[in-house]
Structures are given as structure tokens and as C-alpha cells.
């Protein structure tokens, strides 16, 4: 037994191996282009993603910014302006009568039912009047 790779089994099994690495080689080699094309999509994947965590920090930024800026303002704030509004004059009564004539409906939605505003309103009565309909009661008012 002398220390050492001598003989066939020993030429056999480095021929074996050489094959094996000859093959490793020709893999890499065939999968070089693709490994290439998924470093570019990473190395693009990634800028966008800074891209991204960049434009939210800077609306981060800018939105504490606003913030601030409104905390400032009601913290500086001594007072409070009351400014006078102008309301358009109130209608008369009788300016909502007859204004559609006598065909007028009370129209009920997804349930078919119509029926004609005399049947609600009274005789003499006003809109906005409490008004009986079989014996119930109902509110009426024609808005104008």
C-alpha cells in the first residue's frame, strides 16, 4: 500500500471527474445569458423599490410638514373672524300655490303607487299642513 493514486481505477476516476467539470462548464456557460438577464431585473427591481421608498418618505415628509405647518397657525391664532352672511328673503305662502296647476302627484318610488295631491291636501288647507289620507295623517310640501 504506498500512498497515492496509481493505476486504472485511479486514470478512471479522474477522467470521470474532468467529464463532470467539463459538463459544470458547459452548463454555466448555456445558463450565463439568463443569469445576466435576472441580474439586470433585480439591479431594475431594486431601483424601483428605492425609487418608491424614496417618493413615500418625501410624502411622509411633506405631509408632517402640512401638519406642522396647520399646528403652527391655530397655535399663533388670537382670535376669531366672524364674517356676515346674506340669506335670500323668505318666499310668501301664497306664492307656492298653483304654481304646477292641478296635476300634481305623489309618486312612490319601486312601489308603483301615484297618487293625485288632491286626494292628500284638504280643501283650503296650506302645503307644508298636516293633511289626512284614509283616516292617517301625513305631512305634505311642495318645494318651490
Do not use: K
Amino acid at each position: 500500500m504506498g500512498g497515492g493514486l496509481h493505476g486504472p481505477a485511479a486514470e478512471a476516476f479522474l477522467t470521470h471527474h474532468a467529464e463532470l467539470a467539463r459538463r459544470r462548464i458547459e452548463d454555466l456557460d448555456e445558463d450565463r445569458p439568463l443569469h445576466q438577464a435576472h441580474l439586470r431585473w433585480r439591479r431594475w427591481s431594486d431601483r424601483m423599490r428605492g425609487a418608491m421608498q424614496a417618493l413615500i418618505l418625501v410624502g411622509a415628509l411633506a405631509a408632517v410638514a402640512v401638519a406642522g405647518g396647520w399646528l403652527w397657525r391655530a397655535h399663533s391664532a388670537h382670535g376669531l373672524l366672524v364674517e356676515a352672511m346674506s340669506i335670500p328673503p323668505a318666499r310668501p305662502a301664497d306664492s307656492y300655490a298653483s304654481n304646477w296647476g292641478d296635476d300634481i302627484t305623489l309618486e312612490i318610488p319601486e312601489t308603483g303607487v301615484s297618487v293625485p295631491m288632491t286626494a292628500i291636501t284638504t280643501p283650503g288647507s296650506r302645503p307644508g299642513a298636516a293633511a289626512a289620507l284614509n283616516g292617517a295623517p301625513y305631512a305634505c310640501s311642495l318645494i318651490g
